[in-house]
């Protein structure tokens, strides 16, 4: 079955003049991640947020598992989708454990179960649960911070994940590392994953398939190795050649 | 002014704890509604902005007139003054209220909202706790405005420090016009001591 299928999707805030996101319709089967590049303002985020609501289309029909999300309570939507903001978006009144617990404590599970969770979920983005389940997110570091703000993203195992820039403001070698880590989380949940990023490396390593955005449109949809080969359009072909370039830099550098 | 202390206590102790009633009853019933319209406002935010004109336009109405107008419905007595006192508070306590809400980091309410919390569980577990400052300037604000106004209540019959003052000023007598001065005052000056104590706690923990 798709899990997310949308389908003449189009999106115009209110107050501008030009649609945010134009008459989009793509298939995604449950288990992919599939990653989003494009240059900023091209609709990514737009996009990822009409997944859960956040926005609603103007026109078009989004569908999870066969379910018409016009149909549904938001709030509903919302709780079966995790959702990893760019600046981690941690409540800094709450410690981490608080943070992480937050849709169990709304779907009321119980203490230990809850507690239980947060241990296994701690240790799955790779946080030590008796040195940091009691302290409030201003005693973190940012790429600390972002590993709870999976971890909540991921508390009551959601079968669809959204990502908005998650790793934006971390350093190279974290970065990697996280990388790593959500393959490896996604290996093991079988989880259909929405990543979206500027980062044309970024995508390209992380993503089954890379969806390629321009001015609210779809420019190509594709696995990397396909994309790579034959870039096709004008836009994929000016950011496929920008990455080769860069690697030429590194490795004329090198030699 | 000793003096007249020691001769009559009760002239000093019934007005001041009159105050101290009508203070604590205006308070209640204020922070009380405003908490309504607080979530009123958090599910229609146009409401909000409605109910913040409306109440900054009564709050310039000066509270002698506003008396004039409810004697008429409630009569006088406490019952108008308390009805007045809790109508302006409800400008200070919104206001502040409301912009504190509003002032919460744009990515923490995007989160909240994300991780599927209804528009009430935003406010009451978000927004109210990270706008404990402003919700303790709203409240400190309407204590001081409560016990200066609540002076000029004892016009129409609501009792408290202002007949001291009233009775000071009809009959020529100082001490009882420095008494009242000075315990509205003090009033002021305790309780808006007892809310910093509280509000340091509370940013400690
Ligand atoms: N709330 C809003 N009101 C009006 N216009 C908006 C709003 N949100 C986004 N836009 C506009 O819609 C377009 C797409 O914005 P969006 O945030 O989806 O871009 P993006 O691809 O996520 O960019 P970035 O990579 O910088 O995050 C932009 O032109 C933006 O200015
Ligand atoms: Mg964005």
Same mark, same amino acid.
């Given at each position: ?16 003049? @030009?649609?945010?996101? !134009? $008459? ?6 449950? *288990? ?12 990514? =985020? ?8 956040? #926005? ?26 995790? @959702? ?5 978006? &941690? ?58 703000? &999976? ?24 970065? &990697? %590392? ?22 044309? %490396? ?29 870039? *096709? ?19 004329? #550098?090198?030699? | 002014? +000793?003096? @007249? ?25 204020? +922070?009380?509604?405003?908490? +309504? ?11 909000? %902005? ?8 009564? #709050? ?9 107008? &409810? ?54 577990? +978000? ?17 001081? $405005?409560?016990? *200066? ?12 420090? *202002? ?7 009809? =009959? ?23 809310? %910093?104590?509280?509000?340091? !706690?509370?940013?400690?923990?």
């Amino acid at each position: 079955m798709n899990a997310i299928t949308f389908t003449n999707v189009s999106k115009q805030f209110p107050k501008t003049n @030009y649609k945010a996101v !134009k $008459s989009v319709s793509f298939e995604i089967e449950e *288990g992919e991640l599939v990653t989003i590049l494009g240059s900023s303002g091209c609709g990514k =985020t737009t996009l990822l947020k009409m997944v859960n609501r956040l #926005y609603d289309p103007d026109e078009g029909d989004i569908v999870l598992f066969g379910e018409n999300i016009r149909d549904v309570d938001p709030v509903v939507v919302r709780r079966r989708i995790g @959702y990893v903001i760019q600046q981690s978006g &941690l409540f800094p009144h709450m410690t981490i454990e608080d943070n992480i617990s937050t849709v169990p404590k709304l779907l009321k599970w119980d203490r230990k179960k809850q507690q239980e969770r947060c241990r296994n979920l701690m240790e799955l983005v790779g946080l030590d649960y008796e040195k940091f389940h009691k302290r409030y997110p201003h005693e973190l570091s940012g790429g600390q911070q972002q590993r709870v703000g &999976l971890a909540r993203a991921l508390a009551v195992n959601p079968k669809i994940m959204l990502m908005d820039e998650p790793f934006g403001a971390i350093d190279a070698i974290n970065r &990697l %590392n996280l990388q790593d880590e959500l393959k490896k989380i996604h290996r093991e949940t079988n989880q259909t994953i929405l990543f979206v990023t500027h980062d044309i %490396n970024e995508a390209f390593k992380l993503g089954n398939r890379v969806m390629i955005m321009n001015e609210g449109k779809i420019c190509r949809f594709d696995t990397p190795q396909n994309v790579i080969r034959q870039p *096709g359009d004008a836009f994929t072909q000016s950011l496929v050649q920008s990455a080769m370039d860069q690697e030429k830099f590194w490795r004329e #550098y090198r030699d | 002014m +000793i003096e @007249y202390m020691a001769k009559h206590p009760d002239k000093l102790l019934t007005p001041l704890i009159e105050h101290i009633e009508m203070l604590v009853i205006t308070l209640l019933l204020s +922070i009380v509604i405003a908490a +309504i319209f607080c979530m009123i406002s958090a599910l229609v935010p146009f409401i909000g %902005n409605v109910l913040i004109h409306f109440f900054s336009i009564v #709050y310039s109405i000066p509270s002698l007139a506003l008396f004039a107008v &409810l004697i008429p419905v409630t009569g006088l007595g406490r019952t108008t003054a308390i009805v007045v006192l809790v109508v302006y508070n409800q400008y200070l306590l919104l206001r502040n209220f409301l912009a504190g809400f509003a002032n919460v980091n744009s990515n923490v309410l995007e989160a909240a909202k994300g991780t599927g919390m209804t528009k009430i569980q935003v406010l009451t577990k +978000i927004q109210v706790p990270l706008s404990k400052g402003a919700i303790f300037t709203g409240m400190q604000l309407a204590v001081v $405005s409560t016990i *200066g106004i609540g002076t000029i209540a004892a016009s129409i019959n609501a009792g408290g420090l *202002g007949s001291l003052l009233f009775d000071g000023l009809r =009959t020529l007598n100082t001490v009882k016009i420095l008494w009242g001065t000075v315990l509205s005052a003090g009033l002021a000056i305790v309780v808006n001591g007892v809310l %910093n104590v509280v509000k340091k !706690k509370q940013e400690g923990g």
